[in-house]
Antibody, heavy 118, light 111 residues
Framework: EVQLVESGGGLVQPGGSLRLSCAAS????????INWVRQAPGKGLEWVSY????????YQADSVKGRFTISRDNGKNSLYLQMNSLRAEDTAVYYC???????????WGQGTLVTVSS | QSALTQPASVSGSPGQSITISCTGT?????????VSWYQQHPGKAPKLMIY???NRPSGVSNRFSGSKSGNTASLTISGLQAEDEADYYC???????????FGGGTKLTVL
């Protein structure tokens, strides 16, 4: 069974940092691209970042460029999102989602909540 | 403001059919057959319902169908059931630097 489990969320002050993790199981992690997608409270989905299976290709939303860094460790079946210079508008549930051919997300984790507030 | 435009809400009675539209541009919906639809119940993660415009993943009811005409994609749910009440989001590949775009979401109410 494919599973994606996010962790690392919590309360952080504006300007602070946080590192999210996504642990994958039930499939060959190193063969798939993965995305981070977030959802602010009561709002819609927003794509955040993409990393290819080999980490060779990375894309980021303009709203997080220069502040967030996506990475992965295929040996540990894990995906990461390093978030720096956090702002109130980064408050959201962050999901990791498996990518299929650049077209769609077929599996999603349960999400981890990040709250940026003083 | 989302890149793709969806109606904020739609409603229907059990057994009826409803259609949710998703309007983009020639740089996303109209330019590629990479439209997908996701169902999200409150407090839950999104679930893939339709991919590549009209394909259903294994396990998704055949009451769900997708189509596209020009820059507008559509999700149709036939034989509405109470369990279909949820938020629905469309997504498309885009040629812009953002790679992927979502619609703002549509709240489906089953009356």
């Amino acid at each position: 069974e494919v599973q994606l489990v996010e962790s690392g969320g919590g309360l952080v002050q504006p300007g602070g940092s946080l590192r999210l993790s996504c642990a994958a199981s039930g499939f060959t992690f190193s063969s798939y691209s993965i995305n981070w997608v977030r959802q602010a409270p009561g709002k819609g989905l927003e794509w955040v970042s993409y990393i290819s299976s080999s980490s060779r290709t990375i894309y980021q939303a303009d709203s997080v460029k220069g502040r967030f860094t996506i990475s992965r460790d295929n040996g540990k079946n894990s995906l990461y999102l390093q978030m720096n210079s956090l702002r109130a508008e980064d408050t959201a549930v962050y999901y990791c989602a498996r990518d299929r051919g650049g077209s769609y997300y077929d599996y999603w984790g349960q999400g981890t909540l990040v709250t940026v507030s003083s | 403001q989302s890149a793709l435009t969806q109606p904020a809400s739609v409603s229907g009675s059990p057994g009826q059919s409803i259609t949710i539209s998703c309007t983009g541009t020639s740089s996303d919906v109209g330019g590629y057959n990479y439209v997908s639809w996701y169902q999200q119940h409150p407090g839950k993660a999104p679930k893939l319902m339709i991919y590549d415009v009209s394909n259903r993943p294994s396990g998704v009811s055949n009451r769900f169908s997708g189509s596209k005409s020009g820059n507008t994609a559509s999700l149709t749910i036939s034989g509405l059931q109470a369990e279909d009440e949820a938020d629905y989001y469309c997504s498309s590949y885009t040629s812009s630097s953002t790679l992927r775009v979502f619609g703002g979401g549509t709240k489906l109410t089953v009356l």
